[in-house]
């Protein structure tokens, strides 16, 4: 009988070995210790949205790419630098950094309202966060951006919702917004350009996606030599443009109160698998 009971365990145990340990290959997560940051991340990409803490250095919706070399999440060991080496540990390179200058812009992705021929920005940063779902190939989080003054008589509210897949370049993004004081407003989706940064542009043929491919635009801790690759894609878009005068590319699409536009964000660097801008732009171009 005994000898049977260590067999069973013996047997036990070497199933129990044989189950692999499931690897985690996105996340998302608020980032308290760090001026309240929403970061998200898969194999490929990373990016962050600015929080509460952070409001006038910047207040701006814009998402901040964090470029990386494929494969593990780096997230939280970048954040884990900050807090314990030096708070400018992700600009330097740690199979890679920040090194995308946002302002008061959309960033590598986002979308404002669009009156007048003029970007109608958050008077805040994101502030409710919630994680919808995580799975070890999925999370889908959302942000809330309270009410502000779009135009006289004019208030729009924000709810952004993304979804984070892992293998991917790209991230889906579904935009509600909720007015006051009118029915229906143009919203612009897409990205900055950097002028200075030798920026290419695509404008892929059609006005449904735009894609650039650029050099680093932050380099003020830092020397980069890797090129940066950005785009948006919004499949039933109303129009597209890159605009000098406004330092952006972006899509518009009218909607109602209520309404929801969806887009995809997608960035590259060239220190990972894709070299060169017509490598992205033909990545961008099969979506």
Known sequence: MKRFMVLALVAMLALGGCKKQVEQKVMAREVPERADDFVFENDLIAGRFYGKALEGNPTSPGLDIWV?????????????????????????????????????????????????????????????????????????????????????GIKASLSKKVTVSAGTYFAQVEDTYTYSGTDMLTIAAGFKLHGAQATVQDKMEAKDRLAIWENASDQSVEPEDGLIGVAVVMQDADSAQFSEDLDHAFLTKTVPSGGTISYCVGSCWSKGDIKTSSDWFNIVRGL
Do not use: I
Request: aromatic share 16%; net charge negative; hydrophobic share 30%.
């Open 68 to 152: 990386k070399l494929p494969g593990k999440l780096v997230a939280n060991e970048w954040y884990k630098g900050y807090l314990e080496e030096s708070d400018s540990y992700y600009h330097h390179d740690h199979g890679g950094k920040d090194c995308y200058k946002v302002a008061v812009s959309l960033g590598g992705g986002a979308s404002v309202p669009f009156v007048d021929g003029q970007f109608c920005w958050p008077a805040t940063n994101y502030r409710t966060c919630e994680v919808l779902e995580t799975t070890p190939e999925k999370v889908v989080f959302v942000l809330g951006y309270p009410e502000w003054d779009v135009a006289d």
